[in-house]
């Protein structure tokens, strides 16, 4: 059976970050089919990875655009509940990359900020395929950032 993952992206985004995500999942996944589906808006997503993980995807990375606005923070928050239900109930790899749009005021900074964080989090998530559960145990505690330098850790 041929193995698949999903890209959940929207149209609300002012940047192609399914895109992005597709172009690393491409070259880090080269057996693997990809399936895209864009959705109007953030709390689309929940549904739209769902769709993908009953299609037969091993996992799904969702790629959603958070305004400026206090409804669309409200709306951030039902949708991110909505995929960790997803990720908790069907027991798959569920990954949520989200720009806020107030991360920056400056429009070339925003987008470097979506395009880092769409790529960073694609790798995370074809490690994941690839390696199992434990692909990303060397990482942890280095203060590594999506969308951001890298911090370092503390100790």
Same mark, same amino acid.
């Not at 690393?24 to 109007?40: A, D, N, W």
């Not at 299609?55 to 949708?79: F, H, N, P, Q």
């Not at 987008?111 to 990303?136: F, M, Q, S, Y």
């Given at each position: ?21 597709? @172009?690393?999942? $491409? ?22 990875? $769902?769709?993908?993980? !009953? ?13 400026? $606005?206090?409804?669309? #923070? ?17 027991? #798959? ?10 991360? !920056?005021?400056?429009?070339? @900074?925003?987008? !470097? ?6 790529? #960073?989090?694609?790798?995370?998530? !074809? ?29």
């Amino acid at each position: 059976m041929e193995k698949c993952v999903g890209v959940a992206d929207t149209t609300f985004a002012r940047v192609d970050m399914g895109g992005v995500a597709l @172009e690393v999942l $491409r070259r880090r996944l080269p057996g693997y089919r990809i399936v895209r589906h864009t959705v109007p808006g953030i709390k689309d997503l929940p549904g739209a990875a $769902r769709r993908l993980l !009953a299609m037969g995807c091993e996992g799904v990375i969702t790629l959603g655009w958070v305004g400026r $606005r206090e409804a669309d #923070k409200l709306s951030y928050l039902a949708a991110s509940v909505g995929l960790i239900m997803v990720e908790v109930l069907t027991g #798959k790899i569920v990954i949520d990359v989200t720009v806020h749009e107030d991360e !920056a005021e400056d429009p070339e @900074e925003l987008a !470097a900020i979506a395009v880092d964080r769409a790529r #960073k989090h694609a790798e995370n998530l !074809a490690a994941l395929l690839r390696e199992g559960p434990e692909a990303l145990v060397k990482q942890a505690g280095l203060g590594l950032r999506q969308g951001y330098p890298d911090v370092g850790p503390i100790k």
